[in-house]
Nanobody, 121 residues
Framework: QEQLVESGGGLVQLGESLTLSCAASGFTFERFAMSWYRQAPGKEREMIATITHIGGSTNYDNSVKGRFTISRDNAKNTVYLQMNSLKSEDTAVYYC??????????????WGKGTLVTVSS
């Protein structure tokens, strides 16, 4: 069964750093592009970072560009989100997403249950 499990969320102070992890299982990880989304209270879910299945290309939303870094370790079936210089507006539930990018996997789309990040002043 396909599964994505996020970890690493918590309460941090303004300006601090935090690293989220997302462990994947039940599918061929390296065939999937991985993304991090977040949903703040009262707002829609938004994509903030993505990394290709090969891992050679990344893309970020402007709100996190220069502060967040997405990476993946295909040997560990894990994707990471390094978050630096955290702001109060980064407070949200962070979700891991996997999208199939290999023949036979197109159309497959998996979600984790999310991990809460709270940035306190």
């Amino acid at each position: 069964q396909e599964q994505l499990v996020e970890s690493g969320g918590g309460l941090v102070q303004l300006g601090e750093s935090l690293t989220l992890s997302c462990a994947a299982s039940g599918f061929t990880f390296e065939r999937f592009a991985m993304s991090w989304y977040r949903q703040a209270p009262g707002k829609e879910r938004e994509m903030i970072a993505t990394i290709t299945h090969i891992g050679g290309s990344t893309n970020y939303d402007n709100s996190v560009k220069g502060r967040f870094t997405i990476s993946r370790d295909n040997a560990k079936n894990t994707v990471y989100l390094q978050m630096n210089s955290l702001k109060s507006e980064d407070t949200a539930v962070y979700y891991c997403n996997a999208k199939g990018r290999w023949p036979g996997d197109y159309g497959k789309n998996y979600w984790g249950k999310g991990t809460l990040v709270t940035v306190s002043s």
